[in-house]
């Protein structure tokens, strides 16, 4: 008897090497039981990833995330896990409704390749398949047109369209973009439902942009709602619920805390470029010559926090300014580099007579010395200067020219921002009242505190005393702590229920315009 039993065991694998006991995947159970259709039951992995591979190589070239979508599939041996999970519960369905209704975010459906799948799902319910080797190409392009549609809309939704730090060459800000292991875990969402409907933007501002689209008639109005819209998609660094704001078309800054504005004032912000500004740049690269360098003093969109506030401060003349314009003065007016408050460096050291200078030894495009204005009334930067880092050494500041705050086009500095009211910016920054009128007396404002006059009087006095030479010097002084600060371009926004529009003064709207073609309506 033993002897048998070990006969048996051979004959069994030799059954089950020939598909004897050979059950259906779990597309093939899924689709034979829903469409009560037995050819289902032949479904042969082995041959329909023969077929899967193929499309998916045809289509891959369509794709946004080829090489997430591949890696995917081949994580899980090409099995069609959309088409198994939600063809038969009518997800699929609803995937294709959302894609439908994309234009209520400005999309064009086409862009999902919406009809497609919509056919492959109708030609699929019509089950007239003669065999299922005929299911397997409407099954893999059913999967993976799905797969990049689903993929695509939620990241449209979450992250926006376009990557503003590919398209603006002053846009320091880093936003957040999709990921690779982000995408795949979408691809193994348990609900496509779910994740369409909370991917579906919640920002009180979308939200009013997106009521406004809906409502535009004038195809002006339409297309500066849809781009901000865009801007209001892009994942930008947490600001917290404490933070100040810079929107340059509208020449202002915000103090926000959660909604509510704690402080609004008028700025003056960077000159906008050249017109034929791309051109000229071209131009100045093949000549060297300073003559055809064009100007471009736009004030960089980023993301940083105030950390520090110098009174009195002192100017560290950028070199471009020092070449496009200080240089000239001086050759112009021997004096007005004395008359200026500003001192010249040699290598560093500070040159006693800059008046004595003979500007035309030196060509201004190499020049050697460096240039600063020192404390006072007529510094540029006024009687105070608001710290953050960043790469371009900008920086917000008072200013001696309270004229451009009358201007309506505001777009008139080097590239640093203006403030209307420091003063009252600089309260705010450091919380202390303690703080707050030290920082008054170093500009000779008298304390709000009666009991801190001791300070002021002995600065007054110091200042008077003509026995000594008083210098005005910097003072350092620190926020309660470090506030977010976000210097941004919205030139559509919902305030106080309705809809503010601002010139595009950069001409942003365009380029993004433009970077947006292929998606749009």
Not at 110 to 115: A, G, H, M, N, P
Not at 229 to 232: A, G, L, S, V
Not at 302 to 309: A, R, V
């Given at each position: 008897m033993k002897n048998f039993r070990f006969l048996f065991i051979p004959i069994i694998i030799c059954i089950s090497a020939c598909g004897w006991f050979k059950q259906p995947p779990e597309i093939g159970k899924v689709l034979s039981e829903h469409f009560k259709n037995k050819i289902y039951k032949d479904f042969d992995t082995v041959a329909f990833d023969s077929v899967f591979v193929s499309t998916m190589n045809s289509l891959s070239e369509l794709f946004v995330n080829p090489k997430t979508i591949k890696a995917y599939y081949t994580s899980t041996t090409n099995e069609p896990k959309l088409v198994t999970k939600f063809y038969t519960d009518g997800e699929l369905d609803s995937l294709v409704a959302y894609l439908e209704n994309s234009k209520v975010h400005g999309f064009n459906p086409?862009?999902?390749?919406?009809?497609e799948i919509k056919g492959l799902l109708a030609e699929l319910a019509a089950n007239k398949f003669k065999n299922v080797e005929e299911t397997y190409p409407v099954i893999a392009k059913l999967e993976l047109l799905s797969a990049n549609a689903y993929l695509n809309y939620n990241n449209y939704l979450k992250y926006g369209v376009v990557n503003p730090r590919n398209i603006f060459s002053r846009y320091y800000i880093k936003v957040k973009r999709p990921d690779s292991l982000g995408m795949t875990k979408l691809l193994a969402s348990e609900s496509l439902i779910d994740t369409l409907r909370i991917v579906q933007p919640k920002s009180p501002?979308?939200?009013?942009?997106q009521e406004a689209y809906l409502k535009a008639d004038a195809l002006d109005e339409k297309r500066i709602l849809l781009l901000n819209?865009?801007?209001?998609r892009w994942k930008m660094p947490e600001t917290g619920d404490n933070y100040v704001?810079?929107?340059?078309p509208d020449f202002k800054l915000t103090w926000f805390d959660k909604q509510d504005t704690v402080i609004s004032m008028k700025v003056c912000v960077g000159g906008k470029r050249e017109n034929g500004y791309d051109e000229k740049l071209k131009a100045f690269a093949k000549s060297g010559n300073l003559d055809d360098k064009p100007k471009n003093h736009e004030t960089p969109?980023?993301?940083?926090?105030?950390?520090?506030?110098?009174?009195n401060p002192v100017?560290?003349?950028p070199v471009s300014i020092a070449q496009s314009e200080i240089y000239w003065m001086a050759r112009k007016d021997p004096y007005y580099l004395s008359n200026s408050n500003i001192n010249v460096y040699y290598k560093d050291k500070l040159i006693g007579e800059p008046d004595t200078i003979n500007w035309s030894r030196y060509s201004r495009d190499k020049l050697p010395f460096k240039f600063k204005q020192g404390s006072g009334g007529g510094n540029a930067l006024g009687k105070f200067k608001f710290i953050f880092d960043n790469s371009s050494s900008i920086y917000l500041h008072d200013t001696n020219n309270k004229n451009g705050f009358n201007l309506t086009n505001r777009a008139i500095s080097h590239g640093c921002v203006r403030v209307e009211k420091p003063l009252e910016f600089a309260e705010r920054l450091?919380?202390?009242?303690?703080?707050y009128d030290k920082l008054r007396a170093e500009v000779d404002l008298p304390p709000v505190d009666s009991t801190h006059n001791k300070w002021y009087k002995k600065r007054m006095a110091a200042k008077a005393d003509t026995t000594k030479a008083f210098k005005l010097k910097p003072a350092w002084f620190g926020p309660k702590k470090p506030?977010?600060?976000?210097?941004?371009?919205?030139?559509?926004w919902a305030q106080n229920n309705k809809i503010e529009y601002r010139p595009d003064v950069y001409q942003m709207d365009e380029k993004l315009w433009v970077s947006m073609k292929k998606y749009r309506l």
């Open positions: 086409k862009i999902f390749k919406t009809e501002q979308y939200r009013a942009l819209m865009e801007r209001f704001q810079v929107n340059i969109l980023l993301f940083s926090k105030i950390n520090s506030i110098q009174a100017w560290n003349i450091v919380g202390d009242g303690y703080i506030v977010p600060l976000i210097i941004t371009y919205f030139t559509a």
